[in-house]
């Protein structure tokens, strides 16, 4: 399964800015440094070494503890997409596919054969040839629904990496509060050193929360959002690719494919 989604699968572009990924990040920044300047803390409270070692660090071991390194690699690939996600335009491939289907119609499934090579899109291009060979449309259907299911679950474990992430950050930061506050009881000797040790111990809290919360959570979600609108549009690529081998009128075809896009 991991090398029907490599790299090679990858869309060969990226779509427009999302600017409420840009915005979210930087809100949270806000958030978390106004909120500690505006309780009194300051900046300098906020940065702790050990603190983040225990939890920034500890949070990527215990991930490449639990996947495999090409899902890693592929997360990390995928991360962009949370400000340019792939681009899909489902009006033009509905348009590249009424015109498909009027070339069919007109020269035969053979006329469609200079198309798939010129084709840039490999799952495009892939469809276009089982139309030119031939493919009943249950066999083109079956063929490239094992590549969007191979894709899509390839896609969805690099989405989880940043979700379990967002499980282990928390804790480990809880780890690190206890073992701040050891070092704390080690002191109690010198009350001078509680305010200050305490504080610190909690910085790996704070680390483990907001990460998690505004970061490795909101990202596995907006990436699983961008997997599934992947699988919708080329779902609909499917569905307009059968109705050209069964031989559909290029107007009922537009109409079926055009309900894809109504949600949005």
Known sequence: MEA??????????RGRLDV???????????????GSILKGSGLA???NGAAFVIVIVGTFAA?????RLETFKHAMKMLAWIFQPPPHDPAEAITKIVNWSQVARKEGLLGLESMAEEETDAFMQKGLQ???DGSEPETLRSILEVDIGSREDYDTRGAKVFESMGIYAPTLGIIGAVLGLMAVMQNLADPSKLGAGIAAAFTATIYGIASANLFFLPVAAKLKTAVAEGTTYREMLVEGMVSIAQGENPR?????????TSAG
Request: aromatic share 4%; charged share 10%.
């Open 4 to 13: 029907q989604g490599g790299e090679d699968a990858a869309p060969s572009g």
């Open 45 to 47: 409270a906020l940065w």
């Open 252 to 260: 009922n075809i537009e109409t079926k494919l055009k309900g894809y």
């Open 20 to 34: 409420l990924s840009v915005a979210g990040l930087a809100l949270g920044l806000v958030a978390i440094l106004g």
């Open 63 to 67: 991930t490449l503890l639990h996947v």
């Open 130 to 132: 089982l139309l030119v």
